[in-house]
């Protein structure tokens, strides 16, 4: 005679599947996943990896801005539309009035009217926080 399941015992066996993995899942859930408190209580272990993009990208975006500022004339020269003479007159005028409080004061320096300006605005700013 053939050792064969009923169809009782079929379910049955399905039936135990079925709860194993939904306790499993259940478990899971619970003990394996940070509670709101656990999360508080130890933030830099529980991250969002959305929120480690977004930071990634801005501080890369704000590592690759140059800071009017503080920047060197090979700095500046990467500027589009800023050539040596105007770099100079850049760090001539910073020099003079002090640092720029605004990426807009570019605009009061001799050479760089808005046409030009608008062609490196989104490249330069005048401080950079990263933290």
Known sequence: MKDRLSFTNKINKYLIISL?????GLWYSTYRQP????FVQNSEKYY????IAEKF????YLENLVNINIA???ELMTLNGIGEITADKIIEYRTLNGDFEDTDELMNVYGIGEKTYEK???KV???LNLK
Do not use: H, P, W
Not at 48 to 51: A, E, P
Not at 57 to 60: D, G, I, K, V
């Open 20 to 24: 194993l993995v939904i306790g499993c």
């Open 72 to 74: 060197t004339k090979e």
């Open 57 to 60: 990208e801005t501080e890369m």
């Open 120 to 122: 490196f605005k989104d």
């Open 48 to 51: 969002n990896t959305v929120d």
């Open 35 to 38: 509670s709101k408190i656990q």
């Open 125 to 127: 700013t005048v401080s």
